[in-house]
């Protein structure tokens, strides 16, 4: 009777295919979670440029407006490091006429670093506007971008 201690031919084809499998069902099932919890993590991060906004223009009477993409705001105190996968925002408002009053529309813009890449299975845009005479979270509308 021989003593072998190497795998046989065999062995090794089957724990290749289980390992072929394993990966092919990642492949199509763990995309569509990563996809929700980028969605879930722009939300996140567009309810903190919310709140911070919303307490700016508390204390300046108009919100802050970024014009453009950007990393960090100073007078938001937020940074997109912050973020883990989105790496800028963008503020735009505009007035909107409400009986005797004027109300805000803010629009929030977020981006992930691979908007300009070939990496299209990572792309995740996420917009979200609001007004700021409505204090429910329950108003914000968003709008998504998945490729």
């Given at each position: 009777m021989k003593n072998n201690k190497a795998f046989t031919v065999t062995e090794l084809i089957v724990t290749t295919t289980l390992i072929?499998?394993?990966?092919?069902l990642w492949v199509f099932i763990g995309r569509g979670h990563i996809k929700v919890a980028m969605l879930n993590e722009g939300r996140i991060f567009i309810d903190q440029i919310i709140d911070q906004?919303?307490?700016y223009i508390a204390v300046n009477g108009v919100p802050f407006e970024t014009g453009s993409y950007v990393t960090k705001s100073a007078p938001l105190f937020i940074d997109a490091k912050s973020s883990g996968y989105f790496s800028a925002f963008k503020v735009l408002y505009s007035i909107k006429k409400v009986s005797t009053s004027d109300s805000y529309l803010v629009t929030i813009m977020v981006k992930d670093s691979t908007e300009n890449s070939d990496d299209a299975f990572n792309h995740v845009k996420i917009t979200a506007v609001y007004s700021?005479?409505?204090?429910?979270?329950d108003a914000i509308s968003y709008t998504e971008e998945v490729k």
């Amino acid at each position: 009777m021989k003593n072998n201690k190497a795998f046989t031919v065999t062995e090794l084809i089957v724990t290749t295919t289980l390992i072929f499998i394993m990966v092919a069902l990642w492949v199509f099932i763990g995309r569509g979670h990563i996809k929700v919890a980028m969605l879930n993590e722009g939300r996140i991060f567009i309810d903190q440029i919310i709140d911070q906004e919303r307490r700016y223009i508390a204390v300046n009477g108009v919100p802050f407006e970024t014009g453009s993409y950007v990393t960090k705001s100073a007078p938001l105190f937020i940074d997109a490091k912050s973020s883990g996968y989105f790496s800028a925002f963008k503020v735009l408002y505009s007035i909107k006429k409400v009986s005797t009053s004027d109300s805000y529309l803010v629009t929030i813009m977020v981006k992930d670093s691979t908007e300009n890449s070939d990496d299209a299975f990572n792309h995740v845009k996420i917009t979200a506007v609001y007004s700021t005479t409505c204090e429910n979270k329950d108003a914000i509308s968003y709008t998504e971008e998945v490729k």
